[in-house]
């Protein structure tokens, strides 16, 4: 009669789980029109505020779901002092999962196997806020088995997208044979208002944040010949700065979703990601040069960016990956990483970027850093 222990093994997977396949999709509008739409025109001071945002964090184009035929139905969007939020969530929880449902069918088909042999789905999303959620809709515009095991993260912000790959590689080597699909979806319709004299947060987050979602299918042993290993996920922590609760918050109000991001972020994490990810490396007994791996920095905005370049002494083209996405589609919140990802996985098809270890990271409420040490898999550099 086996053991517990024998058991055990038999459902852990042999080798580390890796990204299999990976989709994006964002809403078709250019967000170029928020002065217009709100009547805000007369406040010259704030346009010029947000150009300067804009030039200053190196964003050309973002993208958003809130075009202006939907604020021409719902004007009152733009008073954050009115209730709007049980609109905004009735809008977002339709619109989040069948964004998520574009990226996941691109993922999906890039994985060659059909969506049924998905085993888990991890969605994170701070844009919806219904029972049943996005994760079950999302389920249901797939075609996933009933026996798909399901889990949401709300309000993990910038952060959920690297909480969520967490998962996804504990799930994949704790279940043999799993096929975990990551979804992460933002509309910032959750949190659109018009300018306001004296709300620095409201021109801010306009001018960086945008819409997107991404998705990724992980899994352990590949099945050969079918499944194309992108990039082994080989150790991954989380770990929180101490006394910053208040950097970064998200809460939810009448009017929508009232966020705000301290101007001290940059430098708190200048201050904290190395020794997070000499902790890394040294739990799995590598040494590294910064220089030698390949980058997927969370793209929170330029001035971060900046901050881990000149902190790790990092080449002009280390981070090339995250300030492209950041340029072309914004922050995007959790979504972003997949994207940078994304963005990583072309540039070595291209020979762009041969190092064969990497480092991804994201930032997040707390504040938190997620950290996850990646391996480039053959089959991404032969392809």
């Known amino acids: 009669m086996a053991t517990v222990q024998q058991i055990r093994r038999v459902q852990r997977a042999d080798g580390p789980a890796a990204v299999l ?9 250019c967000t170029d029109y928020y002065f217009r739409v709100t009547n805000s025109e007369h406040h010259a001071d704030l346009k010029d505020k947000l150009k300067r945002i804009c030039k200053k964090s190196g964003i050309e184009r973002r993208y958003a779901h809130l075009d202006e035929e939907l604020l021409g139905a719902h004007p009152d969007f733009t008073d954050r002092a009115l209730r709007t939020l049980d609109a905004r969530i009735d809008m977002a929880s339709a619109a989040v999962p069948e964004l998520a449902a574009s990226a996941a069918a691109k993922a999906i088909a890039e994985w060659g196997r059909p969506a049924a042999d998905v085993t888990h789905l ?35 912000g910038c ?11 504990e799930l994949a080597e704790n279940n043999r044979g799993a096929r975990v699909l990551v979804a992460c979806s933002e509309l910032t ?4 208002y018009g300018p306001q004299e004296g709300r620095l947060d409201t021109i801010l987050g306009h001018g960086i944040f945008g819409d997107g979602a991404g998705a990724v299918i992980v899994g352990a042993d590949p099945v050969d010949c079918i499944e194309r290993p992108l990039f082994e996920m080989v150790f991954a922590t989380q770990t929180t700065i101490p006394e910053t609760e208040d950097e970064i918050t998200m809460r939810l109000m009448k009017g929508g979703l009232d966020f705000h991001v301290s101007i001290r972020v940059p430098k708190l994490l200048k201050s904290n990601i190395e020794r997070c990810m000499i902790d890394a490396f040294e739990s799995i007994g590598i040494s590294a040069e910064w220089n030698d791996l390949f980058w997927a920095i969370h793209p929170g905005g330029r001035a971060i ?27 995007m919140s959790d979504a972003t990483v997949i994207f940078v990802l994304n963005e990583l996985r072309r540039r070595r098809a291209r020979g762009e970027e041969v190092a064969e270890w990497g480092m991804m990271m994201a930032f997040g409420p707390g ?16 392809n």
């Open 21 to 29: 396949a990976i989709g994006t999709a964002n809403p078709a509008s």
């Open 122 to 156: 991890v969605f994170s999303t701070y844009s919806g806020r219904k029972a049943p959620s996005a994760d079950l809709r999302l389920a249901s515009l797939l075609g996933l088995r009933p026996t798909v095991s399901r889990t949401i993260l709300s309000l993990n």
């Open 159 to 169: 952060s959920g997208g690297g909480r969520a790959l967490q998962l996804a590689k």
């Open 189 to 192: 319709l959750i949190a659109f």
């Open 305 to 331: 960016l900046d901050h881990v370049e000149q902190l790790l002494g990092l080449g002009v083209e280390k981070l090339a990956a995250s300030r492209r996405v950041l340029r072309e589609y914004g922050d």
């Open 367 to 382: 504040i938190t850093i997620e950290t996850m040490v990646l391996h480039a898999a053959g089959s991404l550099k032969e």
